[in-house]
């Protein structure tokens, strides 16, 4: 004997399937949130590239006062820029150490458009590099690069900006196809772990658009939480990549990464900060 089925208790059952349903996918996304350490996103090339990075080389004697000089005028100059919406951001970084290999500072600037660049070559007119005569009789401006900001990702928790040390890595690489293939299945996943384990506050990987040059194709800006926190990335780094030796994609990059690039000299950096402005007396 067959049971008639109610209509309405037929819609009522197949209305929690659908809620049912679509608790499951809320409950799911959660757990992936929660489950994720990193805002995260990869550039594309499109259009002309909107970040240039330059890096200067002065004496030992004129250190202290271009790092002045850099906080005070030319700090002025980009905060100028920033707030006229031509430039969306700028890192004033410098090296807290006197090295040979390396540079003792690098701007890096990121325009709101590839068209706003035009006013860094208007700027550059009259004053190379962006230094004005008397930042050029402090330092010597060594290489401009346009290049494009790959990838970028940031911890949800960064910590405080004034603690960040900064891990500058340029490299050489044999195809450009291949690298970005091996930044995404060898790099990035070492980055989620980095910033998983607590260490790594952001990174920024930026690509030299214009074909192979001196020294670097691809540069990696790594901020580190702090100094004690940088002074565990050598334990991190085993630890991390431990975890992912399982992985057959990543343990087969790690196997050939010497023949896909090659890494130069390592730079330590810190942020400057702009001076703040001192107080007129009346």
Same mark, same amino acid.
């Given at each position: 004997?067959?049971?008639?089925?109610?209509?309405?208790?037929? $819609?009522?059952?197949?209305?929690?399937?659908?809620?049912?349903?679509?608790?499951?996918?809320?409950?799911?996304?959660?757990? $992936?949130?929660?489950?994720?350490?990193?805002?995260?996103?990869?550039?594309?090339?499109?259009?002309?590239?909107?970040?240039?990075?330059?890096?200067?080389?002065?004496?030992?004697? &004129?250190?202290?006062? !271009?790092?002045?000089?850099?906080?005070?005028?030319?700090?002025?100059?980009?905060?100028? $820029?920033?707030?006229?919406?031509?430039?969306?951001?700028?890192?004033?970084? !410098?090296?807290?150490?006197?090295?040979?290999?390396?540079?003792?500072?690098?701007?890096?600037?990121?325009?709101?458009?590839?068209?706003?660049?035009?006013?860094?070559?208007?700027?550059?007119?009259?004053? =190379?590099?962006?230094?004005?005569?008397?930042?050029?009789?402090?330092?010597?401006?060594?290489?401009?690069?346009?290049?494009?900001?790959?990838?970028?990702?940031?911890?949800?928790? =960064?910590?405080?900006?004034?603690?960040?040390?900064?891990?500058?890595? =340029?490299?050489?690489?044999?195809?450009?196809?291949?690298?970005?293939?091996?930044? &995404?299945?060898?790099?990035?996943?070492?980055?989620?772990?980095?910033?998983?384990?607590?260490?790594?506050?952001?990174?920024?990987?930026?690509?030299?658009?214009?074909?192979?040059?001196?020294?670097?194709?691809? $540069? !990696?800006?790594?901020?580190?939480?702090?100094?004690?926190?940088?002074?565990?990335?050598?334990?991190?780094?085993?630890?991390?990549?431990?975890?992912?030796?399982?992985?057959?994609?990543?343990?087969?990059?790690?196997?050939?990464?010497?023949?896909?690039?090659?890494?130069?000299?390592?730079?330590?950096?810190?942020?400057?900060?702009?001076?703040?402005?001192?107080?007129?007396?009346?």
């Amino acid at each position: 004997m067959r049971t008639k089925c109610n209509p309405h208790s037929l $819609l009522q059952y197949r209305s929690l399937q659908h809620l049912l349903g679509q608790a499951a996918v809320w409950f799911f996304l959660l757990i $992936l949130i929660a489950a994720t350490p990193t805002l995260q996103a990869s550039a594309q090339e499109t259009g002309g590239p909107r970040q240039i990075l330059i890096s200067f080389r002065c004496t030992a004697a &004129d250190r202290p006062a !271009f790092r002045a000089y850099l906080q005070g005028e030319e700090s002025q100059m980009l905060e100028k $820029l920033k707030a006229e919406g031509v430039l969306k951001s700028y890192h004033l970084l !410098f090296n807290p150490f006197v090295t040979t290999g390396t540079w003792d500072a690098m701007t890096v600037l990121d325009f709101s458009t590839y068209a706003a660049t035009q006013r860094w070559k208007d700027i550059e007119k009259k004053y =190379p590099a962006g230094l004005t005569g008397a930042g050029l009789k402090l330092a010597k401006p060594i290489q401009t690069y346009s290049a494009d900001l790959a990838w970028e990702g940031a911890a949800l928790d =960064p910590g405080p900006d004034d603690k960040h040390v900064f891990y500058i890595i =340029p490299y050489s690489y044999n195809s450009l196809d291949q690298y970005k293939s091996y930044v &995404d299945g060898y790099v990035i996943p070492q980055l989620r772990g980095w910033m998983k384990e607590g260490v790594l506050s952001r990174y920024s990987l930026y690509l030299n658009r214009y074909g192979t040059g001196d020294p670097w194709d691809a $540069l !990696f800006i790594y901020e580190y939480r702090d100094l004690e926190n940088f002074g565990r990335r050598e334990e991190t780094v085993a630890k991390v990549r431990a975890n992912l030796r399982d992985d057959p994609t990543w343990k087969h990059l790690s196997d050939i990464k010497a023949s896909i690039r090659t890494e130069t000299e390592n730079t330590i950096a810190e942020e400057l900060e702009p001076s703040p402005k001192k107080s007129v007396k009346k």
